[in-house]
């Protein structure tokens, strides 16, 4: 097992910085935001729970979870929710609860593919319906889990994302319904891994997979993007009211009981209070969706203006340009043909930190690229909190300046 290919970039970063070189970090996912204040209240005011505290979490931070999910249309009991230091740790118990092979859409979050190997497993990647992300093709993965099932191997459960992260997109609920359906009749698990769904950018109705599949899906979500708050692990899982989530959350809580024993209790007390969903929170994440929404298509759009194929970002703070249209002058000019060999020429030869797709079991020849975009968004806390609470983000002069350099850099690029 390698380091994460996101963790590498921040790696990439500081080996520039370090040797005085010019940057443009846009590779790591992190939300890039200050913390708001009344989580660090929450957090010193619980400094001195230092024991450990129920496996399963604090049944305070259980209740609110449950409640965050009741008030999006998901009727959650308390005792459905565990948490855990963080959604990723979440997901790895979950796939080993459930055991078997596990069915990726193609691209997908790069941990799944990398946990799926820890517990011994290929992933079986199945593309996603044209223009969309997060969520394999219904058809595609049927043909998919048969042909498996024919060859010996033992398909159990399909990971998806909503929003996506790589793709910045939002699964439509045709897919959505169309990926539950083949998913029952094939008895698959759902895991549906709902970490940015707080960040998408119209409001619209979300296409949950626990709507149309309550019996067989377990959903995940975590602090960690729409408060920025990565460092802080703290994370939640909803595991459906039928046996098969009986016996799932049984089963990842003995899991948890021998990997983390429990979730840190300072960030469980700040987690119970951001999950209760109070105003002045929610009027954060609100900010924050604006932030990345303007952001992101604002990158998008100069990367579709230097000839890039570029579906338009619809939550999160990705943006995932295909250079396809280009591939003939990247391959004379820089002899890049593959989406690692793109990512270097631009990381060498003009400093911007960018992830290829294959990171995220793309086709290497497909010439995608993930754009992580709040790596502009400033370089100091006040910078940040600015570009938050901006009327136009994208017009705060250190934004407008790493759109123009990043233009200038495509360009040049691009040039014949
Ligand atoms: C799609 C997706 N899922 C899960 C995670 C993990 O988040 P955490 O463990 O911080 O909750 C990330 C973080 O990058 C992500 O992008």
Redesign the pocket.
């Known amino acids: 097992m390698t380091v994460s290919a996101?963790l590498a970039a921040n790696e990439a970063i500081a080996e520039r910085r370090a040797a005085g070189l010019e940057v443009l970090a846009l590779g790591f996912?992190e939300a890039g935001i200050p913390v708001h204040p009344l989580l660090s209240q929450r957090l010193a005011q619980a400094a001195g729970r230092t024991s450990y505290g129920p496996v399963g979490g604090l049944g305070a931070a259980r209740e609110a979870a449950a409640g965050y999910w009741t008030r999006r249309g998901l009727p959650t009991e308390a005792g459905r929710v565990l948490l855990g230091p963080?959604?990723?740790p979440l997901?790895y118990a979950l796939l080993h609860a459930v055991g078997g092979d596990v069915v990726l859409p193609k691209p997908a979050?790069v941990s799944y593919a990398a946990q799926a190997q820890l517990i011994g497993r290929e992933p079986i990647r199945v593309p996603v319906s044209e223009g969309e992300g997060g969520v394999p093709e219904a058809e595609a993965m049927e043909a998919a889990v048969k042909a498996a099932r024919a060859a010996g191997r033992d398909p159990r459960v399909v990971v998806v994302?909503l929003p996506d992260?790589p793709t910045g997109r939002l699964a439509s609920e045709r897919s959505v319904k169309a990926l539950c359906e083949t998913a029952r009749a094939l008895d698959l698990v759902i895991i549906a891994?709902e970490?940015y769904r707080d960040l998408v950018f119209e409001e619209e109705s979300f296409p949950s997979p626990a709507s149309w599949a309550p019996e067989r899906t377990v959903t995940t979500t975590?602090l960690?993007k729409n408060f920025a708050l990565?460092g802080w692990r703290v994370?939640a899982a909803r595991f459906p009211d039928s046996p098969l989530g009986s016996r799932l959350l049984g089963s990842v809580l003995g899991i948890a009981s021998e990997l983390w024993s429990s979730t840190p209790m300072p960030m469980q007390h700040a987690a119970a209070y951001a999950w209760s969903d109070p105003q002045v929170l929610v009027d954060r994440v609100t900010a924050a969706r604006r932030l990345h929404g303007s952001v992101a298509n604002a990158v998008a759009e100069v990367f579709t203006d230097a000839g890039c194929a570029v579906a338009a970002p619809q939550g999160g703070f990705y943006v995932w340009p295909d250079f396809g249209p280009l591939r003939e002058r990247l391959a004379d000019r820089w002899g890049a043909s593959t989406s690692p060999e793109l990512a270097r020429v631009l990381l060498d030869a003009f400093g911007v930190v960018v992830l290829p797709g294959s990171a995220f079991g793309d086709d290497p020849s497909a010439l995608t690229l993930r754009v992580a975009v709040p790596g502009i968004y400033g370089s100091s806390d006040s910078e940040r909190l600015a570009a938050l609470v901006a009327d136009d983000p994208v017009a705060m002069p250190w934004i407008a300046e790493s759109l123009d350099a990043l233009r200038e850099k495509l360009a040049a690029l691009v040039a014949v």
Do not use: A, Q
């Open positions: 996101t996912g963080g959604s990723k997901l979050w994302t992260n891994d970490i975590s960690s990565g994370g």
